[in-house]
């Protein structure tokens, strides 16, 4: 059996689908940069039939990346096939994912096709995308609620039609791992032609077992997992790349495979993902998440102090915990600041984009005594936020929060160029900004979510806030990174309005 398990990374594509997640093409080339650099084997970088942008966005990462195969989602017909194709043209190594569902509820009332035409319909786009890339991955979607026999079939004819990778989906995350492990099993001894392909599973996290079921495949002959970053993804997600790489390495008795990603990059990743997403990490989360190396417990305090594998089967080192050290302060000159920036994967535009980022540095070198990796991070995606789609900029605010007083903000920012002031009273001085902003605003839109999360230790830390909006059937994540947590709140919701507004204009270009 293969000792080589790839990892194939859907953050860019499922990820991206989870509520607000949306990245513009700039993100996804800093998130695609630093898989690169993780190690990971396949990036699928988009759905490039959704939209102009996503298929920007997939060719650009095509043209920059050399080191990971760049792919491109597919439903299985001439269309999707075709935009695929031209979006992952200009790479290196480039692959088609095409898929089609497979179950009897999605084939009757989803498809509503029959299983013949559903066979048909996969052959023929496997063999269109052959026109693009040798390199073709075919899955059945929905495959844990779909027949056995059907699923040989259908695989057994993909496979003739000349299909390199086979994917066995649990879609809608109901499987148990004995089940799923057992599925692929019997798929890999029934299906003629097994052992010419690369066998695949992409697992969802509806009933928490997306890992567990990832690696149960892997033990019964899977060789790619597809996963994400933090199991980012549609509704709870997917099995965690961080989770699955580590459990691999780590019980390499059990697991007759490994990975060629580098852990030392986990954490970074990690961090990325969130800081651009706006969905944090939970602190005990496995593997990256603040409390995963952490012990309380006097007991195992006393057995770390005196041999860490008595309750470490991990170390944090290893998944690049101590990858976050101080890296600049004030003294720190524009060359180290650039020297940096490059060391993290971030590519900016111009001379001007660097040098207002080199000056919003200072600003920060002046308040914050360590800038860490973190901190730069934060600092250019700040700086992102505030000059795409910018109809909104915050200026200036003041606000009085006192004992026994209803708090009061004040606030200066402009709309396409015209300065507005907002007053503005609140139950706290963050509600008091946001009710100033609507004041003036007034754009109806509802406040889903609001959180704050400091980008490292310390009490002059950079608090960064996440904003989640929702107008009109769209949803969007604001962001914004500051000392001062008020005026981060301030940003993330401004920018938070801007991403509406931006997408108003793309549905309605008239406006």
Not at 176 to 199: C, F, H, N, Y
Not at 386 to 408: D, F, I, N
Request: charged share 25%; with cysteine.
């Amino acid at each position: 059996m293969n000792d080589r398990l790839f990892i194939f990374d859907t953050t860019l594509r499922d990820g991206e689908q989870s509520p607000g997640a949306s990245m513009t093409k700039e993100e996804k080339l800093r998130i695609a940069r630093q898989l690169e650099k993780l190690g990971v084997d396949v990036i699928e970088a988009g759905f490039a039939v959704a939209s102009p942008g996503d298929a920007e966005a997939i060719r650009a990462i095509a043209e920059t990346i050399k080191n990971s195969t760049i792919c491109s989602l597919a439903r299985a017909n001439e269309r999707d096939i075709h935009a695929a194709g031209g979006a992952i043209k200009p790479a290196k190594s480039g692959r088609i994912h095409t898929f089609i569902a497979t179950s009897p509820i999605h084939m009757e009332k989803k498809l509503r096709m029959q299983p013949d035409q559903v066979v048909e319909a996969a052959v023929k786009a496997v063999k269109l995308a052959l026109e693009y890339t040798d390199d073709v991955e075919f899955s059945a979607e929905d495959a844990v609620r779909s027949e056995m026999d059907f699923l040989v079939r259908v695989f057994d004819e993909v496979i003739k039609a000349g299909a390199k990778t086979i994917n066995v989906p649990d879609t809608v995350g109901y499987s148990i791992p004995a089940l799923w492990g057992e599925r692929m099993k019997q798929l890999i001894e029934r299906v003629p032609g097994s052992d010419k392909v690369i066998w695949s599973t992409h697992c969802h996290n509806d009933l928490g077992m997306a890992v567990a079921n990832s690696l149960a495949a892997v033990m019964n002959g899977a060789r790619q997992v597809e996963c994400t970053i933090n199991g980012l993804g549609e509704r709870a997600g997917n099995a965690s790349l961080e989770e699955i790489v580590m459990a691999v390495r780590t019980r390499r008795d059990v697991f007759n495979c490994d990975t060629r990603i580098d852990a030392t990059q986990i954490v970074p990743a990690s961090k990325l993902v969130s800081t651009i997403t706006g969905y944090p990490v939970q602190p005990n989360k496995a593997i990256v998440g603040a409390n995963a190396f952490a012990h309380e417990s006097g007991i195992h305090q006393d057995g770390v102090l005196k041999h860490r594998e008595t309750y470490e089967i991990m170390r944090a080192e290893d998944v690049g915990w101590n990858a976050n050290r101080l890296t600049l302060g004030k003294l720190s000159g524009r060359n180290a600041f650039k020297t940096k920036l490059a060391e993290l994967g971030i590519v900016l535009d111009s001379e001007e984009a660097l040098n207002t980022a080199f000056a919003r540095f200072k600003d920060l070198a002046d308040k914050k005594r360590e800038i860490f990796d973190e901190d730069l991070q934060a600092l250019v995606s700040d700086e992102g936020y505030a000059t795409e789609h910018e109809r909104y900029k915050l200026v200036s605010m003041k606000v009085c929060s006192e004992t026994g007083e209803v708090p009061h903000a004040k606030l200066v920012f402009t709309d396409d160029g015209a300065e507005w002031h907002a007053d503005g009273n609140g139950s706290g001085p963050v509600d008091a900004a946001f009710k100033a902003l609507e004041s003036v605003v007034n754009s109806g839109a509802d406040l889903l979510l609001y959180s704050v999360n400091n980008i490292t230790s310390g009490t002059d830390a950079q608090g960064e806030v996440t904003v989640r909006l929702a107008q009109d059937g769209r949803v969007v994540n604001g962001q914004g990174a500051d000392t001062d947590i008020v005026v981060a709140s301030a940003k993330a919701y401004l920018h938070a309005l801007n991403k509406l507004h931006s997408k108003r204009e793309r549905a309605h270009p008239q406006v």
